[in-house]
């Protein structure tokens, strides 16, 4: 903390733990995509259900096929403890450290003036433009399923380029993505 503030804690039943709570999960759904799949990451949010990742994958298409790869890779990154440390950039700085990824380039340029900051979160290899909050580590998701995958645009423009969107929800124990899967069966 710098200097005073209000600090005010929160769990995942509170509307704002849980929105921190999936929004991190989403952070490790973006990791999982870029080890396993080399994808460019683009825009990954919390929803009111989960959330999800949009990616540009080239010409492959993510399928039910991948699904399991995608969640084992999130099982051990939860495993491992991960740290979510927050950097603050320049605008040259976040240029460089994201000109690897035109989706990015293209928010970076755009949205950040030439004088301005940008936020990113580093969480193991990932690291991505963000504004938090998150949780402290990974190990706080103990269940991770991926729900769901369809195509999206860049920008919700059909003339932008194709991406693959995947959809996910997460859970601080077992048991409660057990429910969740029962109740949205019946």
């Given at each position: ?9 929160h ?25 396993e ?10 929803t ?19 699904y ?15 740290p979510f ?6 605008k ?10 035109p989706?990015k380039?293209q ?22 433009l ?8 990974t ?13 999206a ?9 194709s991406?693959?969107r ?8 077992k048991?409660?993505l ?9």
């Amino acid at each position: 903390l710098e200097g005073n503030c209000e600090l005010k804690l929160h769990t995942y039943d509170d509307k704002e733990g849980k929105m921190a709570f999936w929004h991190s999960s989403a952070h490790i759904l973006g990791q999982s995509m870029e080890v396993e799949f080399g994808v460019h990451l683009c825009y990954g949010p919390a929803t009111q259900e989960g959330f999800y990742y949009d990616a540009h994958c080239g010409s492959d298409n993510f399928s039910q096929d991948n699904y399991k790869k995608l969640e084992d890779r999130a099982k051990k990154i939860a495993d491992d403890k991960q740290p979510f440390e927050r950097l603050d950039l320049s605008k040259d700085e976040a240029l460089s450290l994201f000109g690897y990824n035109p989706f990015k380039v293209q928010l970076i340029s755009n949205k950040i003036a030439e004088d301005g900051h940008a936020t990113a979160y580093k969480c193991g290899p990932l690291i991505d433009l963000c504004m938090g909050p998150h949780l402290p580590n990974t190990s706080k998701v103990k269940a991770f399923k991926i729900m769901k995958n369809s195509s999206a645009y860049w920008l919700g423009d059909n003339e932008n380029d194709s991406l693959q969107r995947i959809y996910g929800v997460s859970f601080p124990n077992k048991k409660e993505l057990t429910e969740y899967i029962h109740y949205r069966e019946e």
